[in-house]
């Protein structure tokens, strides 16, 4: 198997961030979350979510899709395209915003649907990520 080349020179993430982790691996869709506090509003976060394909067909109609508790809300930016090409060999990108008028006191906790196309067949999946920092 091919080793994954992982820099070492990264800049140093702004304050409030955190380092990005993977928040999905199924059906050879990995989705990396990096995320960022709102300097004005820390009860703000921002998310960067990149789409990657480790099989070896292009997945095709991308559809990502965010559910956050009451206590939250969502803000969802356009993906950067919808197909994520094969081997690894780029991203797509997805930005979105939530806000936890509960920080400090509940947890970010997102419910996450990703639909996509792989040989033409449909992948549906659905999950919750909430590997964040609990004072976000």
């Not at 955190?18 to 928040?23: Q, S, Y």
């Not at 549906?124 to 990520?129: I, K, L, P």
């Amino acid at each position: 198997s091919k080793s994954s080349k992982a820099s070492n020179n990264d800049p140093a993430p702004p304050p409030g961030s955190f380092a990005p982790f993977v928040a999905w691996n199924k059906n050879g869709m990995v989705i990396e979350f990096a995320c960022s506090k709102d300097p004005a509003n820390p009860s703000i976060t921002n998310i960067e979510a990149s789409f990657s394909n480790s099989t070896g067909a292009p997945f095709d109609g991308l559809n990502f899709q965010v559910a956050v508790p009451k206590y939250m809300k969502l803000q969802m930016t356009p993906a950067s395209g919808n197909a994520v090409p094969p081997n690894g060999s780029g991203t797509v990108t997805q930005l979105f915003k939530v806000a936890n008028s509960m920080q400090g006191q509940k947890p970010v906790v997102l419910k996450i649907k990703i639909d996509f196309t792989l040989n033409g067949q449909p992948v549906s999946d659905m999950g919750t990520v909430d590997q964040f920092p609990p004072t976000y």
